[in-house]
T-cell receptor, first 113, second 112 residues
């Protein structure tokens, strides 16, 4: 089936540093998402992105977070500066349109020390 | 925003029996209800979904039911196998931006 690729699979970073999580969505998909999952809990919506803009973001999407997809390259989530509570698995997802199935990547496990 | 409740949080069944997971939602505008299976360390994978124009859908041993009036939907796995052991998440979305709201998950263990 369609695959969403996430790079890296695991990132360890010191608190206060910047981190960028990369996502290569399904090639013809137009809607992109980031979800955050703390161990053993459900995935929680962070943000969705369409046509170069953030459509909606949750209260988990702090001011330190930003997303972009310059010129059809990776869809990225940047956290600057990182905090201890940012430690989680971050899942990228994409869909063809707003009424369609979301396909999730394998996640990036972020550990903030 | 939408809230999705999912029960039970833990479900243990014997191989060959049925397993049922129940979810409820709050937003009557929600019109799409997918179910995801997640194995440890892996991404959530869509296993079955239902839209609000249907009440029942079956794919092999998976059955989903939707009661729009009661704002409830459920997943039933018939003839469970050890390979069905995983976390299962229900979700709901509606409107124009396909934002999925997930339930807290059900850890299913199938014992042989």
């Amino acid at each position: 089936g369609p695959k969403v690729l996430q790079i890296p699979s695991h990132q360890i970073i010191d608190m206060g540093q910047m981190v960028t999580l990369n996502c290569d969505p399904v090639s013809n998909h137009l809607y992109f998402y980031w979800y955050k999952q703390i161990l053993g809990q459900q995935m929680e919506f962070l943000v969705n992105f369409y046509n170069g803009k953030v459509m909606e973001k949750s209260k988990l999407f702090k001011d330190q977070f930003s997303v972009e997809r310059p010129d059809g390259s990776y869809f990225t989530l940047k956290i600057q500066p990182t905090a201890l509570e940012d430690s989680a698995v971050y899942f990228c997802a994409s869909s063809f349109d707003s009424q369609n199935t979301l396909y999730f990547g394998a996640g990036t496990r972020l550990s903030v020390l | 925003g939408e809230q999705v409740e999912q029960l039970p949080s833990i479900l243990r069944v014997q191989e060959g029996s049925s397993a049922s997971i129940n979810c409820s939602y709050e937003d009557s505008a929600s019109n799409y209800f997918p179910w995801y299976k997640q194995e440890p360390g892996e991404n959530p994978k869509l296993i079955i979904d239902i839209r609000s124009n249907m009440e029942r859908k079956q794919i092999q041993e998976l059955i989903v039911l939707l009661d729009k009036k009661a704002k409830r939907f459920s997943l039933h796995i018939t003839d469970t196998q050890p390979g069905d052991s995983a976390m299962y998440f229900c979700a709901a979305s509606g409107g124009s931006n396909a934002k999925l709201t997930f339930g807290k998950g059900t850890k299913l263990s199938v014992k042989s």
